[in-house]
């Protein structure tokens, strides 16, 4: 695997790792949990890192860009559900803009682009690496490349966490006000 390959798989890991954040600190600093789709589109930029992150652990292979594909279609399906709900005249918009544009109307851009740039280090990469012996492979996953790892690693657990702590065990509500274990906890 090229370094341009090696830097363009860790920079989509870090990437959908800052992309989980900016969701994440924009919901605690508006005050506004995430809706049921939106954790979907969570959900799937995800999955896209991982697929990022197999990448760079295990070398590239045709399956591991397939799996961020997967989950950038999915994202797309779900933000641009989401988006169209919106666009109506009178439809009321979900959360405050940022940036001038909703969290779901970014999403859909941002899965967009995902599938561009996998189109772009898919031409790029060549054929598939045969190289997989776990020796060469972890020699490789050091450095930022596994600091990327660790950072998606880590804003998918507080993403979980936190999805649990809204909407507990059960379905979440359409239009979350409340935190499920606000609910359960003694006052």
Same mark, same amino acid.
């Given at each position: +695997?090229?370094?341009?390959?090696?830097?363009?798989? $860790?920079?989509?890991?870090?990437?959908?790792? +800052?992309?989980?954040?900016?969701?994440?600190?924009?919901?605690?600093?508006?005050?506004? &949990?995430?809706? &049921?789709?939106?954790?979907?589109?969570?959900?799937?930029?995800?999955?896209?890192?991982?697929?990022?992150?197999?990448?760079?652990?295990?070398?590239?292979?045709?399956?591991?860009?397939?799996?961020?594909?997967?989950?950038?279609?999915?994202?797309?399906?779900?933000?641009?559900?989401?988006?169209?709900?919106?666009?109506? &005249?009178?439809?009321? $918009? #979900?959360?405050?803009?940022?940036?001038?544009?909703?969290?779901?109307?970014?999403?859909?851009?941002?899965?967009?682009?995902?599938? $561009?740039?996998?189109?772009?280090? +898919?031409?790029?990469?060549?054929?598939?690496?045969?190289?997989?012996?776990?020796?060469?492979? $972890?020699?490789?996953?050091?450095?930022? #490349?596994?600091?990327?790892? #660790?950072?998606?690693?880590?804003?998918?657990?507080?993403?979980?966490?936190?999805?649990?702590?809204?909407?507990?065990?059960?379905?979440?509500?359409?239009?979350?006000?409340? #935190?499920?274990?606000?609910?359960?906890? &003694?006052?």
């Amino acid at each position: +695997m090229g370094p341009l390959i090696r830097l363009g798989n $860790a920079a989509g890991a870090a990437g959908v790792a +800052m992309i989980l954040m900016v969701a994440f600190g924009l919901q605690f600093g508006l005050k506004e &949990p995430p809706c &049921p789709l939106c954790n979907l589109q969570r959900a799937a930029f995800v999955l896209c890192g991982f697929g990022f992150v197999l990448n760079l652990r295990f070398g590239i292979q045709p399956l591991h860009y397939g799996l961020v594909l997967l989950g950038a279609l999915f994202g797309v399906a779900t933000s641009g559900y989401q988006t169209l709900l919106h666009v109506a &005249p009178g439809a009321a $918009a #979900y959360g405050a803009p940022f940036l001038g544009l909703h969290l779901y109307t970014w999403s859909l851009i941002l899965f967009l682009a995902v599938i $561009a740039a996998v189109a772009v280090l +898919m031409i790029l990469s060549g054929p598939p690496e045969h190289d997989r012996s776990d020796h060469q492979a $972890a020699l490789r996953f050091r450095g930022a #490349y596994r600091l990327a790892a #660790y950072l998606l690693i880590a804003a998918t657990l507080a993403n979980a966490a936190n999805s649990f702590l809204l909407c507990g065990p059960v379905e979440c509500p359409d239009n979350p006000t409340s #935190y499920w274990i606000s609910k359960h906890l &003694p006052s």
